[in-house]
């Protein structure tokens, strides 16, 4: 069983920056797929970013060029540095983990957290 903890969210100002970062424990994680999902309210949750064990990235339009995914050092899983903020970027953001190895178009995440929030005013 993986727990997964997010943290780093806040408020920030457009332009600006914050990372997310993404803490497992219960289960090794190294060889799972990550990811990084997020929802604003009155909107279907949307896949940001997701990392294989390959170190495949793949990047929603929305925020390619300004959003960074990693994997991070043994204590945090995941990372997702944003860069140049904007308002649309506001929501829960929630990590995600599944064991393939490699992150398939569409799957499904068998583990989340439980969300931490990005604000960003104009």
């Known amino acids: 069983q993986v727990q997964l903890v997010e943290s780093g969210g806040g408020s920030v100002q457009a332009g600006g920056s914050l990372r997310l970062s993404c803490a497992a424990s219960g289960a090794t994680v190294g060889n799972y797929c990550l990811a990084w999902f997020r929802q604003a309210p009155g909107k279907e949750r949307e896949e940001v970013a997701s990392?294989?064990?390959?170190?495949?990235?793949k990047y929603a339009d929305s925020v390619k060029g300004r959003f960074t995914i990693s994997r991070a050092n043994p204590k945090s899983a995941v990372s997702l540095q944003m860069n140049n903020l904007k308002p649309e970027d506001a929501a829960m953001y929630y990590c995600?983990?599944?064991?393939?190895?490699?992150?398939?178009?569409?799957?499904?995440?068998?583990?989340w957290g439980q969300g931490t929030q990005v604000t960003v005013s104009s």
């Open positions: 990392i294989g064990s390959d170190a495949v990235v």
């Open positions: 995600a983990a599944d064991a393939p190895p490699v992150c398939g178009s569409g799957m499904s995440y068998e583990y």
